[in-house]
């Protein structure tokens, strides 16, 4: 690859420039620039001390996390940690955030997050919270923008791989969420080749409060078993309306890459979500005893509290007539986006030849005049003559997602012939394309699923770099690829690494979230249960075996930094309150030999970290956080005693 | 008007307390030159000079009299805020602050709580202490009644 890069500007003979655009015509050859654009480095060039135009948050696939980038510049700003225990800042370790992690199967370290979704008002992203899916163990988990924390995370009970999720109505009514595997509901011990007798999956609806943005899960609805894949809530004219990409309508339970591929058409469930309110207000929902947890933080106690429900609302389509129509789709249907409008409903068929676009307004006609086909399960299936309003043809192998510019175009991901396509939506026709490096999953344009998306660019997130970057052993990095749509033909601009899967992604301007940035945690709101809020009442207390120090920290020492009296056998309590109330001032703690996390405080923070010395000795404890010209001076000892010295507590 | 601009300058002077400038027996207007000089080589005007750079930018009236459920609030919010840097009598963080309010005007006072940043980059005397503590003061979300209050504290402190 160096040697053609070499040798084609000596072959040229001429401008650096011209050799370069020479290169990006012979874009298919792997490794090369593809369509680069030329004057890509301006484009992409944010100079030092400026600002991005977009806050890009990425999910990290299973590193289970979310990451934000900049854009155009492609920066990493941020880890924030979500499903995944995050030792950098204790997340997951320290007895405020432990119960984040909480679930019916007990405290979980890890899961797979694929789909942030900015929360909208109106069908626009409005900068408040960014939800995303746990796949594994199914949960959604809410952060909140203005701290970048987590700050909510709820379980969804009988659901399994809970991967069509959240994907929210256009005002944060409701994030949904569908149930990858089907499975028995309520579980129970079956032969795994009674599938079709015992297995069901769910669509769940969980409300969003509007203050707070508490998450409680509404109902759930019980569906045939299927697997769902995605989702994605209608908008404008279809607002009141949810859709549901479903695939294996086959039922099969082994080896489904053949036995999940048999039909022509598997379905979109276009579920009426007003409708099911109405069923519900009605009484129609059946209580079901089903274990979950919701994880709330909070912001003033600096804990999070964990709490058990018991109960959940299903409705069954049987006794809900109107609720869910099927909208025949070729083949395996993945994704399911919904145009700016509301009118179109495109599905990514990843088996078919072409893009199917499903018109709502149809569809409303087709169900008014009982144009159906056939029931499934009590189920009326829709002609999908009736409900078709194009197919795009030739839209590259494997078409997954479509996201939109807001211009009367739309663009999909083609994961087989790594690519993106941009049609134009009412002709069909498809306008452009350009390469993927390589194995594009999902795209995104900012704001590209609301009604009024930002356009501008395109971000391809990738599953394979192969030759694109400096090896690094047989694991590489993931990438995100920006590309230029401010014109006709799409211009490769920037590829950048990614933290684990850049699996999906949503870009919002940066002016929608800089100002609402919060510096600080008041001290005068402090309301955790071990904080302190001045220097003169950091102390330290015996409880039978345990000792619980009340340490403050600030530029550039701990109170107290001298601590005696406590025996090996003694569990150790530092909660530590940093004093500051300045941004950008977080302190760290470790002490040597901590079998756990350090702590990272932020300013007006308590965060506890437990330790149970095993030896007698006098050990060390530091600041982490490089905090200011004496960060090297923030230190202090303490002294362990065999097990029952009665040595007496002191401090200073 | 003269001797009411010498008498006030003179004041100005020690409260700000520069070695440098307080030459007793240069004549007013000179003196005022030189501060001149000195606040635009800094890029500051003769106010900030003697006052600080901040929020407050003009002369506060302050009453002899202590104000004293003034300065009980302001013992509240240096209890919280300000002890883990400060004592009265000791080198701690930061510079004891018994005879703070001898040592400068009131207003600089007030502007070295609300503006530390900025201060400690443009203030020739907030400079030298940053390099003699080597730790940049924080702002510490206090607002400019809080700051009062801790004003008042402060010449509380100064009297006993």
Redesign the interface.
């Known amino acids: 690859m160096l040697k053609i890069k070499l040798i084609a500007p000596l072959c040229f003979a001429v401008l650096f420039i011209i050799a370069l655009s020479a290169c990006s015509e012979n874009g298919s050859t792997p490794g090369t620039n593809g369509a680069l654009d030329t004057d890509a480095a301006e484009k992409v060039y944010v100079a030092p001390g400026e600002y991005d135009e977009f806050y890009s948050f990425m999910s990290g696939g299973f590193s289970g996390q979310v990451t934000v980038y900049g854009l155009p510049s492609g920066r990493l700003f941020k880890i924030i940690p979500v499903f995944s225990q995050y030792p950098e800042n204790g997340y997951g370790y320290t007895p405020e955030t432990r119960p984040m992690l909480q679930t019916s199967y007990g405290e979980i370290p890890w899961d797979d997050a694929h789909h942030p979704e900015l929360s909208q008002t109106n069908g626009v992203p409005d900068g408040r919270w960014l939800f995303i899916n746990g796949n594994n163990t199914p949960r959604v988990a809410r952060i909140d923008l203005s701290t970048f924390e987590t700050e909510e995370i709820i379980e969804i009970p009988n659901s399994a791989g809970n991967h069509g999720s959240p994907f929210i109505t256009m005002n944060t009514e409701y994030v949904v969420a569908s149930t990858r595997f089907s499975v028995p509901i309520p579980q129970k011990d079956v032969p795994i080749s009674s599938y079709k007798e015992n297995f069901k999956g769910t669509l769940s609806f969980i409300n969003v409060e509007q203050e707070t943005g508490h998450m409680n899960l509404a109902f759930q609805i019980l569906v045939p078993g299927f697997n769902y894949d995605l989702a994605h809530a209608g908008k404008g004219p279809s607002h009141g309306w949810a859709f549901f990409t479903s695939y294996n309508s086959e039922e099969a339970n082994t080896l489904l890459e053949i036995n999940a591929s048999q039909n022509d058409k598997d379905f979109i469930a276009a579920v009426n979500w007003k409708l099911a309110e109405e069923y519900v207000k009605q009484g129609k929902g059946k209580e079901y005893k089903s274990e979950y947890y919701n994880n709330r933080y909070n912001n003033e106690s600096h804990t999070a509290v964990a709490e058990k429900k018991e109960k959940v609302l299903i409705l069954d389509p049987k006794d809900c007539p109107g609720l869910i129509y099927y909208l025949p789709t070729p083949k395996s249907p993945h994704g399911v986006d919904v145009d700016p409008s509301g009118e179109y409903i495109v599905a990514g068929g990843k088996l078919a030849t072409v893009i199917p676009v499903h018109s709502f307004s149809k569809m409303i006609k087709a169900i008014e005049d009982k144009d159906f086909i056939t029931e499934i399960y009590g189920i009326p299936v829709l002609k999908y003559e009736s409900v078709i309003a194009g197919e795009v043809e030739n839209p590259g192998l494997g078409p997954l997602h479509t996201e939109f510019d807001g211009n009367g175009f739309a663009y999909t991901s083609a994961f087989i012939s790594s690519e993106v396509v941009k049609w134009k939506i009412g002709t069909w026709e498809v306008v452009d394309r350009i390469p993927s490096y390589y194995s594009i999953g999902h795209l995104m344009i900012p704001g590209g699923d609301s009604q009024k998306p930002f356009g501008k660019y395109l971000v391809s997130l990738n599953k394979i770099t192969k030759d694109r970057y400096l090896p690094t052993g047989p694991e590489l990095c993931q990438s995100a690829q920006l590309i230029d749509i401010s014109g006709d033909k799409m211009k490769l601009l920037l590829d950048f690494p990614t933290i684990g899967e850049p699996h999906y992604a949503q870009a919002i301007p940066a002016d929608l979230l800089m100002d609402k940035q919060k510096k ?1 945690f ?3 709101n402090n309301k955790h249960e071990y904080g302190v ?4 009442d950091a102390r330290v207390e015996r409880k039978g075996n345990e000792v619980h120090i009340y340490m ?1 920290t ?4 701990f ?1 107290p930094d001298n601590i005696e009296g406590v025996n090996v056998g003694d569990k150790v309590y530092f909660h530590i309150t940093n ?4 941004w950008d ?1 977080p302190h760290g703690f470790a002490v040597k030999g901590m079998r756990t996390a350090e702590l990272l405080i932020m300013p007006g923070q308590t965060r506890t970290a437990i330790w149970e010395p095993q030896r007698e000795g006098v050990y060390p404890f530091y600041c982490t956080d490089f905090c ?3 960060h090297q001076e923030m230190q202090g000892y303490i002294r362990i005693s065999p097990r029952n010295s009665s040595t007496k507590i002191s401090f200073n | 008007m003269k001797l009411l601009i010498t008498l006030v300058l003179a004041v100005l002077i020690s409260a700000f307390g520069c070695g440098e400038e307080s030459k007793g027996d240069q004549s007013s207007s000179a003196n005022n030159s030189a501060k001149e000089r000195i606040a635009e080589k800094l890029g500051i005007t003769v106010f900030e000079l003697d006052n600080g750079v901040g929020p407050i930018k003009e002369k506060l009236q302050i009453s002899a009299d202590i104000d004293k459920i003034m300065a009980e609030s302001g013992k509240k919010i240096f209890d919280a805020k300000c002890v883990q840097c400060h004592k009265m009598d000791e080198r701690y963080t930061g510079p004891a602050l018994r005879d703070v309010t001898q040592r400068r005007s009131p207003e600089y006072v007030m502007n070295m709580v609300l503006n530390p940043q900025e201060m400690t980059q443009k203030h020739p005397e907030a400079k030298k202490l940053l390099a003699m503590y080597a730790n940049q003061m924080t702002f510490q979300n206090v607002t400019q009644e809080d700051t009062r209050a801790l004003l008042e504290y402060l010449r509380m402190e100064a009297n006993h």
């Open positions: 600080i008041e001290l005068e809020k001045s220097e003169k403050t600030t530029r550039t020492h109170k004093l500051e109330q300045d001032i200011s010209a004496l």
